[in-house]
């Protein structure tokens, strides 16, 4: 069976104010840090290896380091890591490695080392050009983000993509253009563009109010970002993800396609034979636990799940697959939902050799949470 393998790595310098992910400090100069960083690492390989143990048949052709911060973790741990995969499964040629690096790691050094130990393909999380953005969202880096982009486009041998948050506030439509212009004059193959969100309880939702006109600025400034994308030829392929031809994260194409993707290390998830589970999230949970936890979902729910992956795609939802996925027709209340977002003009439906599918306009795209809700509250 063709699978992801995704490798999480919770570790931080310091915690940005509007972070809502769970990650730990880490000093790299602390050899307490020094320490856990390798307790960690090894329980990850061990997960790795009991879990190939059982399930020998698994290929894979993706793997991804997420964190966190996984730039912060020394090249020789992450080799030790691919070097484990490649031991107990079968890894394809053209398998894509993904690592997720930050811009005040992104030295010379760090990324040919980087693809020196094999990762074909590296995320540079510029989040915004312009340091005034940055600190203002408690952006725990200040790094120098054009001396890394600078040094980012100056290595070879790996497709280049870079993170953005769009419609922080204060960003106006000229700013942001500049900043995307900024970036775009490096042509990276791929960009990922997240609308800036204020996670409840957060230092930065402690901090600001947002204002009253946040949500319709925000979504303003995101239609701007897609129509600037795709003048460059960056197509949309998923909701925050712009390609050039053919640099597609396969990885991250997994989750909105329903397949399958094995997730090592804390608070790691995994979709497997139609099973989920997660780890731990603590790392400490996760390096003392002996099980993982089961993820039950009523077929309702699988079914609400499916639909708010795939409608994430440009490609949308093919009525084929989601029968052959679940055995069953759409249902009448689904059916209904559709046809009255159709004719509210926030879905699209298209017929192309004896299927179905149905895509979110831009318009469905502003809304989407409430289309996902109309189309599955009957499965929940
Ligand atoms: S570096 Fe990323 S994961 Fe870490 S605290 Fe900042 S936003 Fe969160």
Not at 114 to 132: H, P, W
Not at 222 to 228: K, V
Request: negative net charge; hydrophobic residues 35%; contains cysteine.
């Amino acid at each position: 069976m063709k699978c992801g393998v995704y490798v999480h790595i919770p570790f931080c310098r310091a915690k940005c104010d509007y972070c809502s992910f769970y990650s730990i400090p880490f000093d790299p100069r602390s050899a307490d840090s020094k320490d856990l960083l390798t307790t960690y690492i090894n329980r990850i390989v061990d997960e790795i290896v009991s879990f190939a143990t059982i399930h020998d048949n698994c290929t894979i052709d993706t793997i991804y380091f997420g964190g966190g911060t996984p730039s912060l973790v020394d090249a020789a741990h992450l080799s030790a890591i691919l070097a484990t995969i490649r031991n107990a499964f079968q890894v394809t040629d053209e398998c894509e490695i993904t690592i997720e690096c930050n811009p005040e790691d992104c030295t010379f050094e760090t990324i040919s080392s980087l693809v020196d130990i094999g990762a074909n393909r590296i995320t540079l999380g510029v989040q915004n050009v312009f340091s005034s953005f940055r600190s203002h969202i408690g952006r725990a880096s200040n790094a120098d983000v054009m001396r890394a982009l600078e040094i980012f486009f100056s290595v070879d041998g790996f497709i280049r993509c870079v993170d953005y948050i769009v419609g922080i506030p204060g960003q106006t439509g000229i700013l942001l253009r500049n900043e995307l212009r900024y970036i775009i004059q490096y042509s990276p193959q791929h960009i990922s563009a997240y609308l800036f969100t204020v996670e409840p309880g957060s230092p930065y939702h402690v901090r600001h109010t947002a204002p009253i006109d946040f949500d319709d600025t925000q979504l303003s400034l995101f239609d701007e970002a897609i129509d600037m994308f795709s003048a460059f030829e960056y197509t949309q392929y998923e909701i925050s993800n712009f390609a050039r031809d053919g640099f597609q994260s396969r990885h991250n194409s997994k989750y909105w396609n329903w397949e399958p993707y094995l997730g090592f290390g804390a608070g790691a998830h995994s979709f497997f034979n139609g099973i989920r589970w997660h780890n731990p999230t603590d790392v400490f949970g996760y390096i003392n636990a002996a099980e993982s936890i089961l993820d039950n979902r009523s077929i309702g729910h699988q079914k609400a799940e499916y639909v708010l992956c795939v409608l994430r795609r440009s490609d949308g939802l093919s009525f084929q697959n989601f029968s052959s996925t679940f055995h069953t027709c759409i249902p009448d209340h689904m059916m209904n939902a559709i046809d009255r977002h159709c004719s509210m003009g926030t879905l699209e439906r298209r017929h192309k050799e004896g299927d179905s599918t149905i895509r979110l306009t831009r318009a469905g795209i502003h809304v989407m949470d409430s289309v996902v809700y109309d189309l599955t509250e009957g499965f929940l």
